[in-house]
Structure formats: C-alpha cells, structure tokens
C-alpha cells in the first residue's frame, strides 16, 4: 500500500509539473502568435489601431511580468544584443531625425519595432531553451493558419476568380505577406522533417500554397531555401533521403506550370525573370521589373561611393537616382544610407549569432532550425530592402541570439554572451 501510494504521490507531482510548464507557456505563445499574425495582416491603414492596441496589450502584459520578476530586465538591459540593438536604433533615429533626410522617415514605426525586441526579451530571456523552440514553433504554425485563413476571407472573390494576386488585404502588400508566411513557414517543415511531425507538413502546405498565390517571386526563394537547407543539415550527403523534399519540389513546379491560375501570377512572372538574366526560355518575355532592379543596384553602388564611410542619408538612394524609391536590396540600402559602418552594425549581430548556432548546431537539431531562418534572410536580403520593414527578421535575430544564451546557461558549457 505504501508503494502504490508513493507511485501515485510520483504521479501527482510530475502532472502538476506538466500543468505549471503548459501555463508558464500558453501566455508565451499567444503573445508571440499575436505579434506574428498582426504584423503580417494588421499593419495597414484599415487596421493600424487594432494593431497598435495588440502590440500595447502585450507590452503591458510583458512589463508587469518584469515588476513581479524585475531580474529579467537585468538579464534583459545587460546582454549584448540590448547594446547592439540600441546602438543600431540609435542611428536609425540620428540619421532620421537630425542629418539630412530625403524622405520622411516614419520614427513611430521605428520606435514601435525596437520596443516589441525589448519587449520579446523580456518575455523569453528565462525561457528553457527547447520550451522557447517550442513556443516559436508552434506561434509560427498557427500565425500561418492565421494569415492564410485572414486573406482567405478578406479576398475570397479575388481568389475564385483566378489570375488575380492575392495579399493585398494584409499588411504592406503581397510581397510582405510572402515574406511572412515564407518565414513563418520555415519552422513548419522543420518540425515535419526532423520530428516527423504530419500536421505540421500540412500547416508547411497551405502556407506554400498562399504564398504563390501572392504572385511573389521572393515566395520561390523562401521555399526552396528553406526546404534545402534543412533537408542538407538534416540528411547531410545521403542523398537517398532527399527523395520527399525533391518530390515536394516537382509537384511544387508541375503544378505552378499545369494551373492556369498559378501560372499566371507566378508561372509567367518566374520565366520572365529567368530569361531576364541570362536563361533561353522558349515563350518568355524580357521582364521589365528584372531589369529595372538590376539597374538599381548599379546606381545604389555609385551612390555608396559618394559617401562611402558614413553613407548619404536616411533614403539617399531615392534622390541620387531620380527614382523616387529605394534600392530593392538590403545590402545596397544599408550601405548608401549609412556607409560601411552602419553596413556593419547591423550585419555583425547576424553573423555572430549564425556562428554560434552553427557551433551548437552540431549538438542541437534545435540550432539548425534559427540558423537555417537567418541564412534564408541573408540570402533574400539581396531581393528587398528588410532592415525598415519587416519586424519578423528582427524576431527571428533575437529567437537566435536568446536560444544561443539560453542554452549555454542550461548547459554550462561557455560565458553566456
């Protein structure tokens, strides 16, 4: 009797540790499904209150939680990516509000982005490691969903309707929302390829299937990048594991090419663009778009080297090439803005918690996931100008960095950073 009663004290202990775990989390991953879901569709005129009462929720939420543990602003003021944030947002403000600008430069926008980073700090700086993964993970699968099911309603009789691209009905415009749901997407076939996982590949499906929907080329690059890089970290040179994710990429193309509806929005547009730069493709025409961006990035380049150490200005690109807009690249933004050294501020944060993921990854299949996010951002950095943009690539940096701190505490191997 003893026994039995020993085993069912056991069993009692470990479920109200399991109820306690499931509660420090849901608040956790409702906030952080909040902020996904309404920076993807809410960040618009329509919406803009609704998404400024969202984000002022969570931060209020967040700032209580600090009162009750203040320690967690400690851990969150003294770590490295605080300092690097601040210096960062600093020269944003600096060259937007007091050097020469060539544009209005939109400081609310830039204020609210710093203050949800610090504000997801706080939440997950005391975070376990793999609960925080599972956190970002399962806020990414349902923020998917979300935005999917959001354009669904909003632009149903777009949607029938066919050869038509949807998204605009959420934030920015259709390349904004193929940007989301191609990041948001990303931890879905992780969880299936590596965890084996069904209903995320279901989740990975329909976001792939909106995000061609949207007509953006830049929706390609997210899922092949995505899709290979896992797979190789994964399945490394075994190629006789490689048979689902090239699968999944034939049928991805076959149907792009066998649907009219598809192939209007994004079919035709990827063919132009091959044979824009180089490819003999019978039937494609020279792509305006394709060539326009080319062009930018030859004057962006000589608009760098006018004021190559310290840059020329907040949207200094629009003036010095008469265009009226900016660069359509991150890296060339960057660098006729704020010259090498702004260039450099804000890349280094990047690099440096590639790095160590990239250490930790050969330990952890944990690290392969943000490692693989960071590299697909570097790489569609090149396509679109992020750094004013899209909060999300700020999100997954600090998921990064955070996992990185979090699992050197856990492990006790090195300094925290």
Known sequence: MKGIEMQEYS??????????????????????????????????EEHLKLYIGIASFICLYAYFRAIIRPTIIAHSISNSFTGWLLILFSIYFYYGLV??????????????????????????IDVNH????????????????AVCGFILINEWDLIISGGT??????????NTVAMYLGLMSIPSIYKFLFENKRFYLVVYI???????MTGSKKALIYIILGLVILSVQKNGIRLQRYIFPILLAV????LILNNQFLYNIIGARTMDFLASIGFKIEGAHYSNSTSLRL?????????FMENPIFGGGWFYFSAYSGLGTYSHNNYTELLVNYGIVGFLIYYIMFFYVLLKLKKISKLDNNAKLLSTMIIVILVCDAAAVTFSLYLINYIVLVFGFLYVRNYRIANKSIDTP
């Open 206 to 212: 329909v976001s792939i299937a909106f995000m061609l």
């Open 295 to 303: 062009s930018m990035y030859k004057l962006a380049f000589q608009a």
């Open 99 to 124: 050097l020469t600008k060539y544009s209005f430069f939109n400081s609310d926008y830039f204020l609210f982005t710093l203050i949800i980073i610090l504000v997801i700090q706080l939440l997950f």
């Open 11 to 44: 069993h009692k202990k470990k479920s109200t540790r399991i109820r306690s775990k499931t509660r420090k989390k849901t608040p956790n991953l409702l906030l952080l499904f909040l902020i996904l879901f309404s920076s993807s569709v809410f960040y618009n």
């Open 251 to 254: 049928g991805v193309i076959i």
């Open 130 to 145: 793999n609960t925080m993964i599972e956190v970002f993970t399962k806020s990414s699968a349902i923020g998917s969903l």
């Open 165 to 174: 691209r949807i998204g605009d009905s959420g934030s920015g415009n259709v």
